[in-house]
């Protein structure tokens, strides 16, 4: 049976005392409306630690358009069913003051957080770095699990982690469904029609990396695919970029690449996804 709390200061306790016994924590932070992406992590967290443990909370420093963040799909108790069944070991959520009882300084993202994403949602990552640092308090966990579905936030969280001498950060490959679509909390607001429409974001993805695959190095080349590709479909895009997976840059790389990685954000209708291809990895871990 799974442990759920409704206060961090509880779950703090919990975890506390589990490190005390000795026990290595693996932790999963979310905000909830849970999928099978986020149970891919907390399987592999229990994989690979004594337990597992998941935050779910909506945090609203990250975001910076009210209605987005009004919006966003919240159901707690199926959330505890989804991660019982999953074999999870505790799960915990709170109010925002009760996760922030002080208000807190903002934590610096790093250079990662410069660029793409980071343009194009307004102190974003610098409400990730602050609550991420805040969880990173409450649970001393041995490794937390993060998706590359955000793969840019992955870059954000392994460098706060470096910065802070810790946890160990676990980056987990994108959960799709069959066709395609990166499972998000989000698609729970796309109607059949949506859905459809937002299946044009993998498709570019796929064109960029079909690109690569038959020996298109060139960043401009690679990019002028990606954005070919999305013109094609009824999206309205917030960006469509090449970058090198392993230096990030703010801006394109230009010339040839060794490695490349395709992000992309579009809205469909009022809700807005992303999603992301490593061209350059093997396939089946490409994401
Ligand atoms: P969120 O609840 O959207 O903040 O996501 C919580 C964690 O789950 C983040 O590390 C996400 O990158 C990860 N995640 C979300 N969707 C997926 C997916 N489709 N596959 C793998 N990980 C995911």
Known sequence: ?????????????????????????????????????????????????????????????????????????????????????????????????????????????????????????????????TVVARLFDLVQPTRAYFGQKDFQQALVVRDLARRRGGPQIVVHPTVREPSGLALSSRNARLDAEGRQRALGLHRALRAARAAWLAGERRARSLQRVLCGALEREALSIDYAEVRDPERWSARAPEGELDRAVALVAARVGAVRLIDNLVLSAPEGEAG
Do not use: K
């Not at 693996?26 to 905000?31: A, D, K, Q």
């Not at 935050?55 to 989804?82: G, T």
């Open 1 to 129: 049976m799974i442990v759920r709390f409704g206060h961090p200061g509880d779950a703090a306790h919990w975890c506390a005392a589990e490190g005390a016994a000795g026990r290595t924590l693996g932790f999963v932070p979310t905000m909830g409306a849970l999928h099978e992406g986020h149970v891919a992590l907390v399987r592999r967290a229990l994989a690979e630690n004594d337990r597992a443990c998941v935050s779910v909370f909506v945090n609203p420093l990250q975001f910076d358009d009210p209605a987005d963040f009004a919006a966003y799909p919240r159901d707690f108790e199926a959330d505890v069913v989804r991660l019982d069944a999953a074999g999870c070991s505790m799960v915990f959520t709170g109010t925002p003051e009760a996760f922030f009882p002080e208000r807190p300084a903002p934590v610096d993202p790093g250079p990662c957080a410069e660029g793409l994403e980071g343009e194009h949602r307004n102190g974003h990552f610098a409400g990730v770095a």
